[in-house]
């Protein structure tokens, strides 16, 4: 006997030739009848069944009945060990009961009495009869009813919860966990969904006053926006919670009161703007503070709030506390991480005649400040120095290698008028003995004006991604000479360099591996890319150019940070 999963229909011509004939018996049945084998596979269906459920023989026969038809009032799959038939099934034994759902073929539910019984089919082996019919007078189908009219059960309860924790952990962006939440809870739980945040200041701001509209989620941004202060001492269902008091099941006549405050005030305006009859509100607490409150009204729904929906909401805000808390404490540490490596990189000079932008991206990471850096100064002589480089690893210790290993280079170049291959070689010795980075690349070159306008180019490379430039009219070409081994392998003293002469508005780019390194792809793929993108963006502004070449050529599952310092030579004179 071929086993079947899932949806998967039976094979084997035998067993529909085995259905056709028994579906003479079940015809002469007086009700919709199909039947199974051991397996809970449909062998055999009469008329009766097709016309209740809309569905061909074809579509039935050699499915899995549990899986294809058996449905909760909303219309949802019913797990098998919730499955009311199971216990007949697996003892072989007569049951019947109501209140089981049918899914037709034409996407409703339908209700069912039924009644299930042991049926020998011969050389099929064992098989069960199921009889049915339409819980509602008639063959005729009930739509699916509004699930927000209906209570949970304990084991729904359960499920929401799950879902929650689910759903808002796998986030670490608060907006987003805020509009996950709201989608959770609305219409299941309530009308509408408003949510109160305290910000860092202490301060309240009403983020979210969401609506259920005909299944559609609607935002009120007109009762949106900044809150007045949260009193000490008021009593009033809000104050307490944003003060992670309590939580409150509440109504109208509560804010009708004379207010004791401006968040009374505001209470009080949002019941007659919403029309909310009943509502409960519960703190969202965080691990140190309370982040806010989250309330549920029901206008339209005429059942008030009792206290076990009070004791759910409460499960609900406990575990968006927590996950409002970790994406909090990530965006933080994000900024930080951001902020410090921008602190950490230099503001270019002002030249005369060159244009020169730069762009940094951290980590997708939070946690991982990297040690991508780019730098450009004026020297004693005159020229401009320009750098690029990445230290290994993605931590604060990156960062910190990284601004020494920059600053030891910046002291070199402006202290000695020796050719970059000689600036690097003793940048690499010093950061031998002197850093803890063990290994470190980079681009050092200078740029020099020539008397006829021109602009000169000489560098050495220590084991970075090459230099490309791009001409105005979009040829490009590689810097691959003046190659040489990383930093950190063992000082060298033969490092070379290379000179070239940069044509006039051509466009010279510096970049770390993050703009062309992508997993499951080869560097070749990653520089062709960067060539065609810079090619066709030669004639941009630069600033437009840096921009629009970070958008298209930074692959979308890049973890690292990328940094890219880009010069524009000017026009021929």
Same mark, same amino acid.
């Given at each position: 006997?071929?086993?079947?999963?899932?949806?998967?229909?039976?094979?084997?011509?035998?067993?529909?030739?085995?259905?056709?004939?028994?579906?003479?018996?079940?015809?002469?049945?007086?009700?919709?009848?199909?039947?199974?084998?051991?397996?809970?596979?449909?062998?055999?269906?009469?008329?009766?069944?097709?016309?209740?459920?809309?569905?061909?023989?074809?579509?039935?026969?050699?499915?899995?009945?549990?899986?294809?038809?058996?449905?909760?009032?909303?219309?949802?799959?019913?797990?098998?060990?919730?499955?009311?038939?199971?216990?007949?099934?697996?003892?072989?034994?007569?049951?019947?009961?109501?209140?089981?759902?049918?899914?037709?073929?034409?996407?409703?539910?339908?209700?069912?009495?039924?009644?299930?019984?042991?049926?020998?089919?011969?050389?099929?082996?064992?098989?069960?009869?199921?009889?049915?019919?339409?819980?509602?007078?008639?063959?005729?189908?009930?739509?699916?009813?509004?699930?927000?009219?209906?209570?949970?059960?304990?084991?729904?309860?359960?499920?929401?919860?799950?879902?929650?924790?689910?759903?808002?952990?796998?986030?670490?962006?608060?907006?987003?966990?805020?509009?996950?939440?709201?989608?959770?809870?609305?219409?299941?739980?309530?009308?509408?969904?408003?949510?109160?945040?305290?910000?860092?200041?202490?301060?309240?701001?009403?983020?979210?006053?969401?609506?259920?509209?005909?299944?559609?989620?609607?935002?009120?941004?007109?009762?949106?926006?900044?809150?007045?202060?949260?009193?000490?001492?008021?009593?009033?269902?809000?104050? +307490?919670? %944003?003060?992670?008091?309590?939580?409150? =099941? *509440? #109504?109208? !006549?509560?804010?009708? &009161?004379?207010?004791? /405050?401006?968040?009374?005030?505001?209470?009080?305006?949002?019941?007659?703007?919403?029309?909310?009859?009943?509502?409960?509100?519960?703190?969202?607490?965080?691990?140190?503070?309370?982040?806010?409150?989250?309330?549920?009204?029901?206008?339209?729904?005429?059942?008030?709030?009792?206290?076990?929906?009070?004791?759910?909401?409460?499960?609900?805000?406990?575990?968006?506390?927590?996950?409002?808390?970790?994406?909090?404490?990530?965006?933080?540490?994000?900024?930080?991480?951001?902020?410090?490596? +921008?602190? %950490?990189?230099?503001?270019?000079?002002? =030249? *005369? #005649?060159? !244009?020169?932008?730069? &762009?940094?991206?951290? /980590?997708?990471?939070?946690?991982?400040?990297?040690?991508?850096?780019?730098?450009?100064?004026?020297?004693?002589?005159?020229?401009?120095?320009?750098?690029?480089?990445?230290?290994?690893?993605?931590?604060?210790?990156?960062?910190?290698?990284?601004?020494?290993?920059?600053?030891?280079?910046?002291?070199?170049?402006?202290?000695?008028?020796?050719?970059?291959?000689?600036?690097?070689?003793?940048?690499?010795?010093?950061?031998?003995?002197?850093?803890?980075?063990?290994?470190?690349?980079?681009?050092?070159?200078?740029?020099?004006?020539?008397?006829?306008?021109?602009?000169?180019?000489?560098?050495?490379?220590?084991?970075?991604?090459?230099?490309?430039?791009?001409?105005?009219?979009?040829?490009?070409?590689?810097?691959?000479?003046?190659?040489?081994?990383?930093?950190?392998?063992?000082?060298?003293?033969?490092?070379?360099?290379?000179?070239?002469?940069?044509?006039?508005?051509?466009?010279?780019?510096?970049?770390?591996?993050?703009?062309?390194?992508?997993?499951?792809?080869?560097?070749?793929?990653?520089?062709?890319?960067?060539?065609?993108?810079?090619?066709?963006?030669?004639?941009?502004?630069?600033?437009?150019?840096?921009?629009?070449?970070?958008?298209?050529?930074?692959?979308?599952?890049?973890?690292?940070?990328?940094?890219?310092?880009?010069?524009?030579?000017?026009?021929?004179?």
């Amino acid at each position: 006997m071929t086993e079947l999963k899932g949806g998967d229909a039976v094979d084997g011509p035998w067993r529909r030739t085995a259905g056709e004939s028994l579906r003479g018996a079940l015809d002469a049945l007086g009700t919709a009848a199909y039947l199974v084998d051991e397996q809970g596979h449909i062998l055999a269906v009469n008329s009766r069944a097709e016309h209740l459920l809309l569905r061909p023989s074809g579509e039935l026969l050699g499915r899995d009945a549990h899986d294809l038809l058996h449905r909760n009032r909303r219309g949802e799959p019913v797990p098998r060990a919730q499955c009311g038939m199971r216990p007949a099934f697996l003892g072989r034994q007569t049951a019947q009961a109501g209140d089981v759902w049918f899914a037709r073929g034409d996407g409703f539910v339908v209700p069912v009495w039924w009644l299930v019984t042991p049926y020998d089919i011969g050389d099929l082996g064992p098989g069960m009869l199921v009889l049915f019919h339409a819980a509602a007078d008639g063959d005729a189908p009930r739509n699916q009813p509004d699930p927000t009219t209906e209570p949970l059960s304990e084991l729904e309860r359960l499920a929401l919860l799950a879902e929650t924790t689910t759903q808002l952990t796998s986030t670490l962006d608060v907006d987003e966990a805020l509009r996950r939440l709201v989608r959770l809870v609305v219409p299941r739980l309530a009308d509408w969904a408003v949510i109160d945040q305290v910000t860092d200041r202490d301060e309240v701001w009403r983020t979210t006053v969401v609506h259920a509209e005909n299944g559609v989620l609607v935002h009120r941004e007109d009762l949106q926006g900044p809150m007045p202060p949260v009193p000490e001492e008021s009593p009033m269902p809000l104050s +307490r919670a %944003l003060r992670g008091v309590a939580s409150t =099941l *509440t #109504g109208p !006549e509560t804010y009708r &009161r004379a207010p004791d /405050s401006g968040l009374a005030v505001a209470q009080r305006q949002l019941f007659e703007a919403t029309g909310m009859h009943s509502a409960a509100i519960a703190p969202i607490r965080g691990l140190r503070e309370v982040l806010g409150a989250l309330t549920l009204g029901r206008s339209e729904r005429p059942e008030v709030f009792i206290p076990a929906d009070l004791a759910l909401l409460e499960d609900i805000t406990r575990r968006a506390g927590l996950a409002l808390d970790n994406a909090r404490l990530y965006q933080r540490q994000r900024k930080v991480a951001e902020t410090m490596q +921008r602190h %950490l990189l230099p503001q270019l000079p002002r =030249l *005369t #005649g060159l !244009e020169m932008t730069a &762009r940094y991206l951290p /980590s997708p990471d939070a946690s991982q400040v990297g040690g991508d850096w780019y730098d450009a100064f004026t020297l004693a002589d005159g020229n401009t120095a320009l750098a690029i480089g990445d230290v290994v690893g993605h931590d604060l210790d990156a960062a910190a290698g990284m601004a020494q290993v920059r600053n030891m280079l910046r002291a070199y170049a402006w202290s000695q008028t020796e050719p970059p291959s000689r600036i690097v070689e003793w940048l690499d010795e010093a950061m031998t003995r002197l850093t803890d980075v063990s290994m470190a690349t980079t681009v050092f070159a200078r740029a020099t004006p020539g008397d006829d306008g021109r602009w000169t180019l000489s560098w050495t490379n220590a084991g970075h991604p090459p230099p490309l430039l791009v001409t105005r009219e979009g040829l490009t070409e590689y810097l691959t000479d003046g190659h040489g081994p990383l930093l950190g392998i063992g000082p060298l003293r033969h490092r070379s360099d290379a000179t070239a002469v940069l044509p006039p508005e051509s466009t010279l780019l510096l970049y770390t591996d993050g703009l062309i390194e992508s997993p499951g792809h080869s560097l070749d793929e990653g520089l062709d890319r960067l060539r065609r993108h810079a090619a066709a963006l030669a004639r941009r502004s630069l600033e437009s150019f840096a921009d629009q070449l970070l958008e298209r050529t930074r692959p979308a599952d890049n973890d690292d940070d990328v940094a890219v310092l880009a010069l524009r030579t000017p026009p021929a004179p």
